[in-house]
């Protein structure tokens, strides 16, 4: 089972970007995903997770700017990230739950003027 994030880049303070994390190997049709991240120097925080229901949680960090979604079909998770901020500066990790905890590597973000 593998989780693969991607979409990373940089992009101004304001501006806006999609991650994406491909799921292989099994399905997580109907289990929690989510999006964590981890800042130099500091832990990994979460951002947001969405159930196989589609019921869908947001860190008071990033509410109303982000958005987080899936595509069953095609065992996707996304992350739209808008209004980015300096602090939302990361490295970026999805997260899936299938009675183990599966990570993906990374995928950097830098908002920077």
């Known amino acids: 089972v593998q989780l693969q994030a991607s979409g990373g880049g940089s992009v101004q303070p304001g501006g806006s970007l999609r991650l994406s994390c491909a799921a292989s190997?099994?399905?997580?049709?109907?289990?929690?995903m989510g999006w964590y991240r981890q800042a130099p120097g500091n832990e990994r925080e979460w951002v947001a997770s969405?159930?196989?229901?589609?019921?869908?949680n947001y860190s008071d960090s990033v509410k109303g700017r982000f958005t987080i979604s899936r595509d069953v079909a095609k065992n996707t998770v996304y992350l739209q990230m808008n209004s980015l901020k300096s602090e939302d500066t990361a490295v970026y990790y999805c997260?899936?739950?299938?009675?183990?905890?599966?990570w993906g590597k990374g995928t950097l973000v830098t908002v920077s003027s």
């Open positions: 969405i159930t196989g229901a589609g019921l869908t």
């Open positions: 997260r899936g739950s299938r009675g183990k905890i599966y």
């Open positions: 190997g099994a399905s997580f049709r109907g289990n929690v």
